[in-house]
């Protein structure tokens, strides 16, 4: 009797252990795995075709939040010495993260898009192009005026093959034209870059300074006095809206066709914009 007793309490003793055991791994297995961040789409209009494309995104962020969204994305500063001096910032970025850029840095117009495709001679790239107004270009300590003038960026591009697969040659030149049908170019600052698949050219204003440094003052009084001059990046984009001034982000987007196989997103495709 005593041992059927015994043998009754070791049952009901692992009866509990095999519950226990059982709710612990349940427990485990119920326990949510943090799933990857999804990555964001960009709401920017796309274009199938061979050649290049200029879509644009304008915000009201300051441009020291710019910066520091772009600092904070695998991109890759293609500036030189010259254009960093003159305001202007080019910087290869990968089109897959163009949706993340967007919503760290919230539009405040419709994105837009102008497709040139095979652009085999110079034209305005820009979309529209906007007027100088009464705004100083300090370029070197020198000031200059342009009464009249519409901003632009001067450029012509083409797809071609390489030995290293599909690219489009892009070739950048900051101009404002004048009235009366006269251009005025800046040939000093003209560049030219190759393009993969996956990769985009963004331009956008800079101050002269990497990463741009947060105004000492921001009293009403000196951030008026601030906007009477630019460098020719803050004026060729930094656009007067009428809830404020808005900075505008140019994107150089190649398109391939049907010379792609499989996936433009794919990493080892294109990985670089190169600049020559």
Same mark, same amino acid.
């Given at each position: ?6 043998? /009754? ?49 304008? *915000? ?5 939040? $710019? ?6 994305? +695998? ?14 910032? #080019? ?29 085999? *001679? ?13 705004? #100083?270009?300090?370029?070197? /300590? ?33 101009? #404002? ?17 190759? $393009?993969?698949? /996956? ?54 987007? +190649? ?15 294109? $990985? ?5």
């Amino acid at each position: 009797m005593r041992f059927l007793e015994h043998q /009754g309490r070791l049952c009901a003793a692992i009866t509990v252990l095999l519950l226990m055991v059982s709710a612990l791994v349940a427990c485990r297995s119920t326990k949510q795995t943090p799933s990857p961040e999804p990555v964001q789409e960009a709401q920017l209009p796309n274009v199938e075709g061979h050649g290049l494309a200029v879509r644009y995104h304008d *915000t009201s962020e300051p441009l020291e939040r $710019i910066h520091e969204v772009i600092d904070d994305l +695998p991109a890759e500063r293609l500036t030189d010495e010259s254009w960093g001096s003159h305001g202007l910032e #080019i910087i290869r970025i990968r089109e897959h993260d163009l949706g993340l850029l967007q919503s760290r840095l919230p539009s405040t117009s419709r994105p837009g898009l102008r497709w040139h495709g095979q652009a085999l *001679t110079w034209r305005n790239l820009m979309p529209p192009a906007t007027p100088v107004g009464e705004r #100083i270009m300090v370029t070197d /300590g020198q000031e200059e005026r342009f009464p009249g003038g519409m901003v632009g960026l001067s450029g012509r591009g083409w797809s071609l093959m390489t030995l290293d697969g599909p690219r489009v040659q892009v070739e950048l030149m900051p101009m #404002i034209e004048m009235p009366g049908g006269t251009q005025g170019r800046f040939n000093h600052l003209r560049r030219e870059y190759l $393009i993969g698949p /996956g990769d985009n050219l963004l331009v956008i204003a800079g101050s002269g300074q990497w990463p741009h440094p947060p105004p000492e003052d921001t009293s009403a009084e000196a951030e008026e006095e601030a906007k009477k001059t630019a460098t020719m990046g803050q004026l060729f984009l930094e656009l007067e809206t009428d809830t404020g001034q808005s900075r505008r982000l140019l994107m150089v987007t +190649p398109r391939f066709g049907n010379w792609l196989q499989g996936d433009s997103d794919d990493p080892a495709v294109g $990985i670089e914009a190169q600049v020559r």
